[in-house]
């Protein structure tokens, strides 16, 4: 069953409140008019969305609520990475929008882990900003490490949000840059646990910053990204069926992005 036909009817119409650029390629949606099966959402799930085209409603793309789950505004955080991504940038305030959810497990009972490692590449940082976010709100004393993944600082957004999250949570965020010589410029002193690795996700950066096997972790990305953390994650015998996946790759039907 299609993602089209299994919810085309359950759809709930939204309204945008705003699209903000967060870099070069992505950008914030901000919609309002959720109904109360979205006052339930918990943090990491995604939404299934439709946006009207010249010859009527589009297909169903899915895409992670990247806000609080205690936002009264559906919160979004879209790449451009096809013609359907691409058109984000382009919607205008007060235009209807259908949204399906909430949808997905992904996070589910991420609150009752003590330590959690995070591992993300590029926009697969999305889930992990909705449980930073949502943490903060609630003043959460789990001890997080979170490592993202990226080409280079450009690709980074929330970049001062996250600085920010880092005094007030357990939070540890450790930025993987592969393109870049020169990483440590980026570090701040006022923000210590803002930390830079040259290269890829690895399994000596990840015993560099503390990982233990009895972490919660989880893995959201690009599919190479996600099989070579997992591969490293291996080799310092964490058990690979252990840690949650999500996938963020472009297709255009309905993969998630």
Same mark, same amino acid.
């Given at each position: ?26 950008? *914030? ?7 109360? !099966? ?19 409603? *589009? ?15 559906? $919160? ?19 235009? +209807?929008?259908?949204? &399906?959810? +909430? ?19 590029? =926009?697969?940082?999305? +889930? ?15 001890? =997080? ?10 690709? =980074?957004? *929330? ?5 920010? &999250? ?6 540890? =965020?450790? $930025? ?9 410029? $980026?570090?701040?002193?006022?923000? +210590? ?13 990840? !015993? ?35 840690? !949650? ?13």
């Amino acid at each position: 069953m299609t993602a089209k036909s299994a919810g085309q009817d359950q759809m709930n119409i939204c309204t945008v409140v705003k699209v903000v650029p967060e870099n070069y390629d992505i950008n *914030s949606l901000y919609l309002e008019g959720s109904d109360e !099966k979205f006052a339930s959402r918990k943090a990491g799930q995604f939404v299934s969305v439709r946006i009207m085209r010249p010859d009527g409603w *589009s297909e169903p793309h899915p895409f992670t609520m990247a806000g609080a789950p205690e936002d009264p505004i559906l $919160h979004l955080t879209i790449k451009k990475e096809g013609q359907f991504t691409s058109a984000i940038p382009d919607l205008k305030p007060g235009t +209807p929008v259908k949204c &399906m959810g +909430p949808l997905g497990i992904f996070c589910r009972d991420i609150d009752t882990k003590p330590v959690i490692v995070m591992m993300a590449g590029g =926009v697969g940082i999305t +889930p992990f900003l909705s449980v930073l976010r949502h943490f903060k709100n609630i003043k959460a004393g789990n001890k =997080v490490t979170l490592f993202w993944a990226n080409k280079a600082i450009a690709d =980074v957004f *929330s970049a001062n949000e996250i600085e920010e &999250m880092t005094q007030e949570l357990s939070l540890t =965020v450790v $930025h993987c840059l592969s393109r870049e010589d020169d990483v440590q410029r $980026h570090f701040q002193q006022q923000y +210590p646990h803002i930390r830079y690795e040259k290269g890829r996700l690895s399994g000596d950066i990840l !015993k560099r910053h503390g990982v233990a096997q009895d972490a919660a972790f989880f893995l959201c990305g690009p599919p190479p990204m996600m099989e070579a953390a997992l591969k490293e994650l291996d080799n310092l015998h964490v058990d690979p069926s252990a840690v !949650k996946q999500e996938n963020f790759t472009w297709q255009e039907s309905s993969q998630k992005v």
